[in-house]
Structures are given as structure tokens and as C-alpha cells.
């Protein structure tokens, strides 16, 4: 089956640091790329949709400056959590998908604001 | 909105029993319903999917049926494994191929 890998799998970063993290289809080209947060014991919630060479479509609730998300090419996106605080300790699952095909999803990264 | 509702609470029970995880969605349209498992430490993995009423999705022994009248995908093995521990999503997908999950249950099975 088609792979997705994240990194990092963990980080801690300070509060008021910015962090990122990578997003790869490892084999194959992904058009659509999707982010997601999961809490603990909580569903996964899509934090935003982001087709390779276009801006990333967010959902409603989640801030566009706060979390940035690049999508520049087939097999890379990233999200970037600009000025972070504790309140973005989560855990942040990626996916990515061929045209409307199915999503693989990696294996998370947890995120650690102190 | 979409939405998706699970049952609430893990579910735990021995080797060899029958497992039932129930789900039920809103949605507009006729979404395609989808059951996802992950394991310890790994990242989500399709477990089985139904794209139309009435579809019954299979793997591994385990089945659910898309029924449009109760709004409902319900999740069943009929002889669980100590490895079939772990947490397993209901899910649905709008026609922009948005995913929305219910909440999960954690299953563990006892030898």
C-alpha cells in the first residue's frame, strides 16, 4: 500500500517558537495533501486541505496565520505552527490522496509547547 | 454538517468473542462510510469502506453494512483476536473528499 511519513514523531518547542512539520508520500505523487489534530481520547479534526501549487483551504476555526501550510509539490507538504503555545500540544496527523482516491494517512507527530 | 457518532467508551472483551462497534452519521448527499483501525503507535489504516447503501464493506473478518434507512455503519467481528487491539474510527467522506470521524473506540481483547 501507498506510504506517508511525518517528521518529526515527536518535538517540544518553547512557547513563542515556530515549528515544523513535513508531510511525504513516499510512493506516490499526492495532489491533495490533508492535515488534521487529534486531541487526547478525541477524533481526528481536518484542520485544512492543501492541493499541490495552491493555497491550502482551512476549516472553519482554524487560523490560517497561525498554521501554515505549503504544498510545494507532489510529495511534500508542511505545516508550520507559528508563535506556538501549550494550547497547541497536540497530535498532528497528515494524509495525502491521489485526485479523489483514498487517504493514507502517516503516523502523527506529537507536539510538546512548554 | 456532517457528522459521525460512536458509541461511547472502550470496549473490552476476551479472545474469540463478537465484537460490535456501533456508528451512526448526518450527513447531506450520500456519503461513502468508512471504518479505520490504528494501532499502538502507527498511524490510521483503512480497514474497510462501503461507497452506497446497502454495500457491505469486509476485511480481515471483520464487516459493516452502509444502511441508508438507520444511518448507520455498524462494525462487527464475529471472533475477536488478542491482535485485533486498538482503536478503530468510524468515518464518512463528503464529495470534496473531506473525511469526518467519529470519536473512536479503543478495543482490547483479554486472552
Known amino acids: 500500500g501507498a506510504v506517508v511519513s511525518q517528521h518529526p514523531s515527536w518535538v517540544i518547542c518553547k512557547s513563542g517558537t515556530s515549528v515544523k512539520i513535513e508531510c511525504r508520500s513516499l510512493?506516490?505523487?499526492?495532489?491533495?495533501m490533508f492535515w488534521y489534530r487529534q486531541f487526547p481520547k478525541q477524533s481526528l479534526m481536518l484542520m485544512a486541505t492543501s492541493n499541490e501549487g495552491s493555497k491550502a483551504t482551512y476549516e472553519q476555526g482554524v487560523e490560517k496565520d497561525k498554521f501554515l501550510i505549503n504544498h510545494a509539490s507532489l510529495t511534500l507538504s508542511t505545516l508550520t505552527v507559528t508563535s506556538a503555545h501549550p494550547e497547541d500540544s497536540s497530535f498532528y496527523i497528515c494524509?495525502?490522496?491521489?485526485?479523489?482516491?483514498?487517504?493514507?494517512f502517516g503516523p502523527g507527530t506529537r507536539l510538546t509547547v512548554t | 454538517g456532517n457528522s459521525v457518532t460512536q458509541m461511547e467508551g472502550p470496549v473490552t472483551l476476551s479472545e474469540e468473542a463478537f465484537l460490535t462497534i456501533n456508528c451512526t452519521y448526518t450527513?447531506?448527499?450520500?456519503?461513502?462510510l468508512f471504518w479505520y483501525v490504528q494501532y499502538p503507535g502507527e498511524g490510521l489504516q483503512l480497514l474497510l469502506k462501503a461507497t452506497k447503501a446497502d454495500d457491505k464493506g469486509s476485511n480481515k473478518g471483520f464487516e459493516a453494512t452502509y444502511r441508508k434507512e438507520t444511518t448507520s455503519f455498524h462494525l462487527e467481528k464475529g471472533s475477536v483476536q488478542v491482535s485485533d487491539s486498538a482503536v478503530y474510527f468510524c468515518a464518512l467522506r463528503d464529495g470534496n473528499n473531506r473525511l469526518a470521524f467519529g470519536k473512536g473506540n479503543q478495543v482490547v481483547v483479554i486472552p
Open positions: 450527513a447531506t448527499g450520500y456519503p461513502s
Open positions: 494524509s495525502a490522496s491521489l485526485r479523489s482516491y483514498e487517504q493514507y
Open positions: 510512493d506516490f505523487q499526492a495532489t491533495t
